[in-house]
């Protein structure tokens, strides 16, 4: 291989790494920033407005949305994940998938070790503008129903993406899962149990801890073909 292309391809390697560990350490960072602040005028904002304005008790809009938020919640909960992960990851196996079902059961293993790890070391209180519409007994920063929902459902993206030879089915695909991340992370903050940078930072660290597990499969899968 020239020396040229082999630095082209060690720089690309470097950053590929760098750019998602920064965001990481910058989400991080704001995260202890916003723990020792009262909260900013985003989160009162957007908590705010998901109640009605003359009962904060009360979810603005129909009945049945308060059902709909809890019931996304309620997927993003750590026992319907692992369940669900844990089926995933056995399908692959068993399909001969091996690298993509360990793949898939390590980033989603990793990823929830990670937003416990996160949550202790920066220790940011729950929202208390509002009333919480769902139990919680741990930490608010990152949100890890919107972290860990961003590995499941965009890992199952860029596995089931690949055996996909329909762009309209892969499109379809990737709108449903992409939709499931957003409105998992929404339903934390309509039930007030988040504020919307908990969610915002579960988003981007999720993505980030995606991508590098991306990039570390394809790496591996590169050097072993070689």
């Known amino acids: 291989m020239p020396a040229k292309l082999q630095t082209k391809q060690s720089l ?11 965001m990481i350490g910058a989400s991080i960072y704001c995260g202890k920033f916003l723990a020792n602040e009262e909260p900013i005028a985003l989160d009162t ?69 990670l937003s416990t790890v996160i949550k202790h070391w920066v220790n940011r209180p729950r929202p208390n503008l509002v009333p919480h519409l769902d139990l919680v007994a741990n930490a608010s920063f990152p949100s890890g129903h919107a972290m860990n929902s961003t590995l499941f459902y965009c890992g199952l993206i860029v596995i089931l993406s690949r055996y996909i030879n329909m762009s309209q089915l892969r499109w379809i695909l990737i709108l449903l899962m992409f939709s499931l991340t957003i409105f998992t992370g929404l339903s934390r903050i309509a039930l007030g149990v988040h504020y919307p940078t908990d969610v915002l930072a579960g988003w981007l660290i999720g993505a980030s801890w995606l991508i590098i597990w991306w990039r570390f499969s394809q790496q591996y899968q590169t050097s072993d073909a070689l």
């Open 12 to 22: 690309f390697i470097i950053t590929s790494y760098f750019f998602p560990l920064l």
């Open 45 to 113: 904002t957007l908590l705010y407005w998901f109640r009605e304005a003359g009962d904060h008790h009360q979810i603005i809009g129909s009945a049945w949305l308060i059902d709909l938020w809890r019931a996304l919640t309620w997927m993003g909960n750590v026992w319907p994940r692992v369940i669900l992960a844990s089926v995933v990851t056995a399908i692959l196996i068993l399909k001969k998938q091996i690298r993509e079902g360990l793949f898939f059961g390590a980033l989603l293993l990793s990823g929830l070790l």
